[in-house]
């Protein structure tokens, strides 16, 4: 068993090298199943949205865009369709198992955007926007961080429920009825589907920014050289 | 509990925690073409059976006031090859076969003579647009009651005049609101929504709402599903 802070002995110097482990194997297993269950649900949504590019009547038929089919998974309607219903079930676990483990184990705390953390969200976005000072931080997340990743999984818990509403308009009425009938769950579905790119080229630029040791921290749990002073 | 570690230790530990994460590639089977289609298949198959168990017999689709319907032109007219198969009304009859008692020819005029269902329902394609529209006919129930069918039989299969088929499990044949359909919109069916006689299926996606019916099977064993289904739809498709 080793601490959550350690220090890393140098095998040629005395230096010692902080490190910090940030997540716990389902918290990793999870993102990236995550990840490869997101890549096909948008591509195989986005080929069945090619069949009925319209969120309105089809006599007459207003189409809002004509998405081109390379970007798409599954070539036509019905080999999406098989990806799109065989992806959504690892979706809905992996999310399931994800909000599981995050409450029983209390790892939420890491991520979950309370009230405790408005007075941070102006210094950092002070910070990242108008080259104000870093703030120093505690803990792995600072507020902004917490309300993307709070706000990511809403959008994933959204996704599902407006998904559940096309895919099941009757036994789902009532949450039909909730979203405003079977086509604007379908625009639901569609835009918390943009809302949810947003926030991964975000997630992505992010990534790119904090550098290696970051990306690492989400494969081995374990994050070197953390720029905050872990408690 | 451990504060300090050296390096090589470090360096196994992340290994370690790494291999963890093995189980992810097996995602990757889905990018192998041999097994892409049998995975694909498999997943739609537990899909379906998900929507047989999510589907409720008791539980009636939404119906709508007359103002909420739209007008007939407005009801888009699908087909897979032809809008009118040119059915001799004089000639028709519904074939029926299988596990029933009475098999034979019905006429139109004998599915007529039984209770008429009158109701606007809300049509869902598979390709992702809607309509309400109104239909009227008889309960499909009511039909395979009076045909003498064996209810405990797993599908009602149906044939059309322009060589469409398709297949029922029998709890949806038997749910209320599923109609042998001779009418639209208080009017006989026209050509192209499938005269003399098409399923009109509220808790079903509109692929599985045959028209221009001409035969009509109880079965166990379906050697074709439907269709749509035979290419690659999903076979239960409730709503």
């Given at each position: 068993?080793?601490?959550?802070?350690?220090?890393?002995?140098?095998?040629?110097?005395?230096?010692?090298?902080?490190?910090?482990?940030?997540?716990?194997?389902?918290v990793?297993?999870?993102h990236?199943?995550?990840?490869v269950?997101?890549?096909?649900?948008?591509?195989?949504?986005?080929?069945?949205?090619?069949?009925?590019?319209?969120?309105?009547?089809?006599?007459?038929?207003?189409?809002?865009?004509?998405?081109?089919?390379?970007?798409?998974?599954?070539?036509?309607?019905?080999?999406?369709?098989q990806?799109?219903?065989?992806?959504?079930?690892?979706?809905?676990?992996?999310?399931?198992?994800?909000?599981?483990?995050?409450?029983?184990?209390?790892?939420?705390?890491?991520?979950?955007?309370?009230?405790?953390d408005?007075?941070?969200?102006?210094?950092?976005?002070?910070?990242y926007?108008?080259?104000?000072?870093k703030?120093?931080?505690?803990?792995?997340?600072?507020?902004l961080q917490?309300?993307?990743?709070?706000?990511?999984?809403?959008?994933g818990?959204?996704?599902?429920?407006?998904?559940?509403?096309?895919?099941?308009?009757?036994?789902?009425?009532?949450?039909?009825?909730?979203?405003?009938?079977f086509?604007m769950?379908?625009?639901?579905?569609?835009?918390?589907?943009?809302?949810?790119l947003?926030?991964?080229?975000g997630?992505?630029?992010?990534?790119v920014?904090?550098?290696?040791?970051?990306?690492?921290?989400?494969?081995?749990?374990w994050k070197?050289?953390?720029d905050?002073t872990?408690? | 509990?451990?504060?300090?570690?050296n390096?090589?230790?470090?360096?196994?530990?992340?290994?370690?925690?790494?291999?963890?994460?093995?189980?992810?590639?097996?995602?990757?089977?889905?990018?192998?073409?041999k097994?892409q289609?049998?995975?694909?298949?498999?997943?739609?198959g537990?899909?379906?059976?998900?929507?047989?168990?999510?589907?409720?017999?008791?539980?009636?689709?939404?119906?709508?006031a007359?103002?909420?319907?739209?007008?007939?032109?407005?009801?888009?007219?699908?087909d897979?090859?032809?809008?009118?198969?040119?059915?001799?009304?004089?000639?028709?009859?519904?074939?029926?076969?299988?596990?029933v008692?009475?098999?034979?020819?019905?006429?139109l005029?004998q599915?007529?003579?039984?209770?008429k269902?009158?109701?606007?329902?809300?049509?869902v394609?598979?390709e992702?647009?809607?309509v309400?529209?109104?239909?009227?006919?008889?309960?499909?129930?009511d039909?395979?009651?009076?045909?003498?069918a064996?209810?405990?039989?797993?599908?009602?299969?149906?044939?059309c005049?322009?060589?469409?088929?398709?297949?029922l499990?029998?709890?949806?044949?038997?749910?209320p609101?599923?109609?042998?359909?001779?009418e639209?919109?208080?009017?006989?069916?026209?050509?192209?929504?499938g005269?003399?006689?098409?399923?009109?299926?509220?808790?079903?996606?509109?692929?599985?709402?045959?028209?221009?019916?001409?035969?009509?099977?109880?079965?166990?064993?379906?050697?074709?599903?439907?269709?749509?289904?035979?290419?690659g739809?999903?076979?239960?498709?409730?709503?």
């Open positions: 068993m080793l601490e959550a802070v350690i220090e890393i002995e140098s095998a040629k110097s005395d230096e010692t090298t902080p490190a910090v482990y940030e997540h716990p194997w389902p990793r297993f999870c990236w199943l995550n990840a269950a997101l890549f096909v649900m948008v591509g195989s949504g986005l080929q069945i949205f090619r069949a009925f590019p319209s969120f309105g009547a089809k006599v007459p038929q207003k189409n809002l865009l004509d998405w081109p089919k390379s970007l798409a998974i599954g070539g036509w309607l019905g080999g999406a369709l990806w799109h219903l065989t992806f959504m079930w690892i979706y809905i676990a992996t999310g399931l198992f994800y909000l599981g483990y995050q409450i029983f184990s209390g790892n939420y705390r890491q991520i979950l955007f309370t009230t405790r408005v007075p941070g969200v102006w210094p950092m976005v002070r910070h926007f108008f080259f104000g000072p703030p120093p931080s505690r803990e792995p997340y600072n507020p917490k309300q993307a990743y709070t706000s990511a999984i809403i959008l818990i959204l996704s599902v429920l407006t998904g559940l509403v096309i895919w099941k308009p009757v036994q789902f009425s009532w949450l039909a009825w909730l979203m405003g009938g086509q769950a379908r625009l639901w579905h569609f835009l918390v589907m943009w809302a949810i947003l926030f991964i080229f997630h992505l630029v992010m990534v920014l904090h550098g290696w040791n970051n990306f690492v921290s989400m494969l081995t749990g070197k050289n953390p905050y872990p408690r | 509990m451990e504060s300090r570690i390096e090589r230790k470090f360096k196994r530990i992340n290994r370690r925690e790494l291999l963890k994460l093995a189980p992810v590639v097996a995602l990757g089977a889905f990018a192998i073409p097994l289609a049998p995975l694909l298949k498999a997943g739609l537990f899909s379906d059976w998900a929507s047989a168990l999510l589907f409720r017999k008791g539980l009636l689709a939404p119906t709508y007359d103002s909420e319907v739209a007008p007939i032109e407005k009801f888009y007219v699908n897979y090859d032809v809008d009118d198969p040119g059915v001799d009304f004089d000639k028709w009859t519904l074939t029926v076969s299988g596990s008692q009475k098999p034979g020819d019905y006429r005029a599915i007529q003579a039984l209770p269902i009158q109701h606007n329902t809300r049509h394609c598979v992702g647009w809607d309400i529209g109104s239909f009227g006919g008889a309960r499909l129930s039909f395979l009651r009076a045909i003498g064996d209810t405990t039989s797993r599908f009602v299969y149906v044939e005049a322009d060589d469409y088929y398709e297949s499990d029998m709890a949806t044949a038997l749910h609101q599923t109609l042998l359909c001779y639209m919109y208080h009017q006989p069916l026209t050509r192209e929504h005269a003399p006689l098409r399923l009109q299926i509220p808790t079903k996606v509109g692929y599985k709402q045959a028209k221009y019916l001409t035969d009509l099977k109880v079965t166990n064993v379906l050697q074709k599903v439907g269709y749509w289904e035979d290419q739809y999903s076979e239960f498709y409730g709503l």
